[in-house]
């Protein structure tokens, strides 16, 4: 198995995009409180996905560039996207409810392909151009440079969209690189968002 760049937090993205699909689809948008509150899981997201593009773009796309393959596309991809996150800004900003679960569904269909694209092209570049030390090197790179309250809300993200094999490797990992404090703090964050039976799935092999 190849060191994967993508796919945990990708799968993140998926889980709580589709999730939110379904809360605004659900909302009823008369209402002032609901309102309120799609708005902020809509800023909270497009908080979040703008911060994983400048995340790509900082550590991910230099490899492309190294490789010869360039990074044009993934950074035109990107372009686009920020342009349906301004789109969908502008329609909260301006109250313009009828259109909000349209415009965000047509988005999170851009948004599907996108995330497409970066794992194929993980497959036909990085995975081709570089070993799997190199790429461990920029994972670890990123992780290391992550303020913690940011690593804390990552994993706080992704712990609920994650197979209890993945997350059993993951928190494999983060014990045998961090400080015990902070492999301390990732296990209570993990039980509480998982709950304890599927917790004790994990601990059991970690
Ligand atoms: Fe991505």
Redesign the pocket.
Known sequence: MRVDL?TLI?KAQRFHMFRLSDDIGRADLADEGATTRICNELHSIIARLRD?AQN?EAYIHPLYDKSGAGANALDAGHQALESGLEKLERLINERVWEEIYPAYTRFLGMYLIH?DE?EQAQRDVLWQHYTDQELAAVFNRFKAERPPALAKSDLEFMLPALSVTEITRMFQGIKASAPAPAFQGACALATHVLGPSTWERVVANI
């Open positions: 993508y990708h994983h790509e995330l970066e």
